[in-house]
């Protein structure tokens, strides 16, 4: 599985941005996919999770409703709709995808990562 993260850029502090992340392979629509984020000097941490069918989803704490994930399995994308994004919201964001099963907010639980897309936002 190949995954190709993009959508991140240079947004003002309550904006939106809405990240996408491609997937290759045949095996997409039977796999948890999440969204990590890593800021410079910080760990990384889980910001969302969705099942294979979509049904059942969870957010990191700080989410606070601003962010909603999404995924269309006919085109093997993942969504990640970013809203009244704060300075602390700037990270590299990545996708990733682990084997059929429950969402983790472990990022070793999961198999196989995009390459990240930078978001920053300015105050």
Do not use: H
């Not at 959508?7 to 997409?28: E, I």
């Not at 984020?37 to 294979?52: D, L, T, Y």
């Amino acid at each position: 599985v190949q995954l190709q993260a993009s959508g991140g850029g240079l947004v003002q502090a309550g904006g939106s941005l809405r990240l996408s992340c491609v997937a290759s392979g045949r095996t997409f629509s039977r796999r948890v996919m999440g969204w990590f984020r890593q800021a410079p000097g910080k760990e990384r941490e889980f910001v969302a999770g969705i099942s294979w069918s979509g049904g059942k989803i969870d957010y990191g704490e700080f989410v606070k409703g601003r962010f909603t994930i999404s995924r269309d399995n006919d085109k093997s994308t993942v969504y990640l709709q970013m809203n009244s994004l704060n300075p602390e919201d700037t990270a590299v964001y990545y996708c990733a995808a682990r084997t059929p099963g429950g969402i983790e907010v472990r990022g070793y639980e999961y198999n196989y990562w995009g390459q990240g897309t930078q978001v920053t936002v300015s105050s």
